[in-house]
């Protein structure tokens, strides 16, 4: 979810709603080059010890290493100690909720509006706003910020910014999409699975399907129900062959079809979340599981579970190496090992947000849709499982045996595993306007439960858009005539 979001209290009229059009000034410009050769990481997406993905852009000239994030909206990069000639605050802040392990107790910190020329992969863009941070005690990441995916509803700039119509709020992705107006407006992920280490990404694209996984259209076309996050309907999960489905927790105002459960995809987030029945289903019963008394489960490394997500009657496995995971050493040195589906709070809103656990199982396509103004589709998301479940299940000993081994091995080349060092996490929904005098409440609450996180950033994004998007949502569900399960009676 969203690594890290800016939220405001002040901007929560309803004007904002998407389709309305904001007045700009000063129109920006988009230079476009070529993403680069078929194969070839033009975005140098990289793999942080399968707990962060990072993409470069730069600013200015200057280079930073981003995390790629499907569940937020915003592009914040950390500018402390970096030079930008030309680059000058807006004096327009945008409070910025974060956790920051150890440095500071307080999550705010405040980001201003900037602008600045950018160029991510091939392209380039001229004017880009941005929030960033120039001088913060309280921020230390390995990563230099975080370039949100995630619908522009969602941006907490955006919100901030209506009132400042000289900015073109435009997304980076949407100017990238403007200049590339014969290509369509999605963007595919491929993430890689490494052994703790830093290697290559995977697969990144903007406007056009990776060859070898074109299959992928013929997947079902899960229809986006919200205008703020890559939000969409799950039909259920399978546990070593038993099903689960139902109990929606979701109580932002998109209505659940029966049965199913509301799902955020997040590729900014390391593990998962999942209502507790959800969470009991995938570990309780398997052999050493113990309850953390928390929010999850701490389980034997070589733990070995099939768990499958259903998404439109299709069944998408996942790794056993990705649903129990590394989370530390012990006092004795021995690997910790914990199991990667949480608990979501129960004020959260929705129901399950996938993280990186999941989205590597899959290559996964977003259509930005209406989004991008001009173009009059929904919104839509596609998997494509990648995931051979039998190989998978008879590979799991021998590569839990390896990471293991690298994580007690001083000497490995991961030396200490950026597992310990980073995972992300904030909340896409807050149910109601009225929940806005308790945040601060609720973010103390959240970092409780989150000392899993090493490196969190912890945000909430206030969404009024949802609530506008509802009759959309409405007719996107009766429309498509989504189907329960039990009346597909697939899977
Ligand atoms: C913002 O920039 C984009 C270029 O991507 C341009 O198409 C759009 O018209 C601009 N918006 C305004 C209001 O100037
Ligand atoms: C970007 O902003 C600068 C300074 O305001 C302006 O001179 C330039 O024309 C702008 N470029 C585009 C493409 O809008
Ligand atoms: C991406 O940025 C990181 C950090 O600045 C740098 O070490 C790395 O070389 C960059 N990669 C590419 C391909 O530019
Ligand atoms: C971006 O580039 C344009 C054209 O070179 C320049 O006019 C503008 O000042 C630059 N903007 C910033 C913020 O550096
Ligand atoms: C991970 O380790 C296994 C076993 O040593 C090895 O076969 C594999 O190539 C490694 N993978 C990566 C991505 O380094
Ligand atoms: C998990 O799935 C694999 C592959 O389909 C199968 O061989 C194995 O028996 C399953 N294990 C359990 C516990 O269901």
New binding site residues.
């Given amino acids: 979810m969203l690594i890290l979001c800016a939220f405001s209290f002040l901007f929560l009229e309803a004007n904002l709603a998407l389709g309305l059009h904001i007045p700009f000034l000063q129109p920006s410009q988009t230079l476009l080059s070529s993403s680069g050769a078929p194969g070839a990481n033009p975005y140098a997406l990289k793999n942080h010890g399968n707990v962060a993905y990072t993409t470069n852009v730069t600013l200015?000239g200057k280079t930073f290493e981003v995390v790629l994030d499907t569940g937020s909206s915003d592009l914040w990069l950390n500018t402390e100690n970096v030079e930008l000639p030309?680059?000058k605050d807006s004096g327009i802040s945008v409070p910025i909720v974060h956790r920051g392990l150890a440095l500071s107790k307080d999550p705010l910190v405040t980001g201003a509006v900037s602008?600045?020329?950018f160029t991510w992969g091939g392209h380039a863009v001229?004017?880009q706003t941005f929030v960033h941070i120039g001088s913060s005690k309280h921020l230390k990441s390995r990563y230099h910020g975080v370039l949100g995916l995630a619908p522009p509803g969602g941006s907490n700039m955006l919100r901030k910014l209506v009132k400042h119509p000289e900015y073109n709020t435009t997304n980076i992705l949407n100017h990238v999409f403007n200049a590339t107006p014969h290509e369509p407006n999605l963007i595919t992920l491929g993430l890689t699975r490494n052994n703790l280490s830093e290697t290559t990404g995977g697969v990144f694209t903007i406007g056009e399907i990776e060859p070898g996984y074109r299959r992928i259209i013929q997947s079902p076309r899960l229809a986006v129900v919200s205008d703020t996050f890559w939000g969409t309907f799950m039909d259920g999960i399978i546990v070593n062959g038993r099903r689960i489905k139902g109990g929606s927790q979701s109580h932002n105002m998109i209505r659940v079809p029966a049965g199913k459960t509301l799902v955020s995809l997040d590729s900014g987030m390391e593990t998962a979340l999942a209502p507790a029945m959800y969470v009991d289903a995938m570990y309780s019963k398997l052999p050493g599981a113990k309850f953390d008394g928390r929010d999850g489960y701490n389980l034997p490394c070589d733990t070995r579970v099939n768990i499958s997500l259903v998404f439109g009657g299709t069944k998408y496995p996942i790794h056993p190496i990705d649903t129990v995971g590394p989370e530390g050493l012990d006092k004795h040195g021995k690997v910790k090992c914990v199991g990667k589906f949480r608990y979501t709070p129960r004020d959260f809103g929705l129901d399950f947000v996938l993280g990186t656990t999941f989205l590597r199982n899959v290559y996964s396509l977003f259509d930005y849709g209406y989004w991008t103004p001009g173009v009059k589709s929904l919104p839509y998301v596609q998997l494509l499982s990648v995931v051979n479940p039998n190989k998978a299940w008879q590979d799991f000993p021998a590569m839990n045996t390896e990471r293991v081994r690298q994580l007690t091995n001083p000497n490995s080349p991961s030396g200490t595993p950026s597992v310990y060092v980073a995972s992300v996490i904030s909340q896409p929904q807050v149910a109601a306007p009225t929940a806005t005098p308790s945040i601060a409440q609720k973010i103390k609450k959240r970092m409780d439960w989150s000392f899993w996180l090493i490196f969190g950033l912890l945000g909430l994004v206030i969404m009024l858009f949802v609530f506008l998007a509802i009759d959309r949502v409405y007719g996107i569900v009766s429309g498509k005539g989504y189907k329960s399960l039990d009346e597909q009676n697939r899977v």
């Fill in positions: 200015n030309g680059i602008v600045g020329n001229q004017n």
